[in-house]
């Protein structure tokens, strides 16, 4: 059935440094992927998606690209700031209406 | 603001009692959706409704029961708690192709079963 792995965290950072959340799927059909990301106390917020191979998500300065090779999705920042600190959610959804989560990894970014 | 609206944000409750929890939505979506979020779990869904007036089982129903009211209101029961529902609990809703659109979420219920 449809998976979604991502790297465990908790990942620590300085601000300013490079994030990246790795991120791999298993599907049977051609699915789309997410990133979501949920603020202490918040719930999920979509923060970008790719539909199709190839494809690169960008929103707030994250990006993704949506590689079928690798069958990866990874989350890539270049400069963090301490208000990135959240969890971050990597699904995907295939046929029919409903999402595959990954487990979300915790991001802390410090000052 | 338009969304999903959950009530309660926090609940407490001993073994054994019941409650519901409320979500709605005002965006005119189809499809609602209750997941359960536990530490190093990320999200399982509970049941959903892929139109007003039908449900479905997601991975963990057991302990559970919906009820799609119409087609802003999707609710949760518990009849009977037990500390195994200590979750957050997420209500989401999409209104065309999931794979295209994606979900929105409420801002979550907090339950703790003592």
């Known amino acids: 059935g449809d998976s979604v792995t991502q790297m465990e965290g908790p990942v620590t950072l300085s601000e300013e440094a490079f994030l990246t959340i790795n991120c791999t799927y298993t599907a049977t059909g051609y699915p789309s992927l997410f990133w979501y990301v949920q603020y202490p106390g918040e719930g999920l917020q979509l923060l970008l998606k790719a539909t199709k191979a190839d494809d690169k998500g960008s929103n707030k300065g994250f990006e993704a690209t949506y590689r079928k090779e690798t069958t990866s999705f990874h989350l890539e920042k270049g400069s963090v700031q301490v208000s990135d600190s959240a969890v971050y959610f990597c699904?995907?959804?295939?046929?029919?209406?409903?999402?595959?989560f990954g487990t979300g990894t915790s991001l802390t970014v410090i000052p | 603001n338009a969304g999903v609206t959950q009530t309660p944000k926090f609940q407490v409750l001993k073994t054994g009692q019941s409650m519901t929890l409320q979500c709605a939505q005002d965006?005119?979506?189809?499809?609602m959706y209750w997941y359960r979020q536990d530490p190093g779990m990320g999200l399982r869904l509970i049941y959903y409704?892929?139109?007003?007036?039908?449900?479905d089982k997601g991975e963990v129903p057991n302990g559970y029961n919906v009820s799609r009211l119409n087609k802003r209101e999707f609710s949760l029961r518990l009849e009977s708690a037990a500390p195994s529902q200590t979750s957050v609990y997420f209500c989401a809703s999409t209104g065309g192709v999931t794979r295209s659109y994606g979900y929105t979420f409420g801002s979550g219920t907090r339950l703790t079963v003592v």
């Open positions: 699904a995907l959804s295939d046929t029919g209406n409903q999402f595959y």
């Open positions: 409704s892929a139109s007003e007036g039908t449900t």
């Open positions: 965006m005119n979506h189809n499809s």
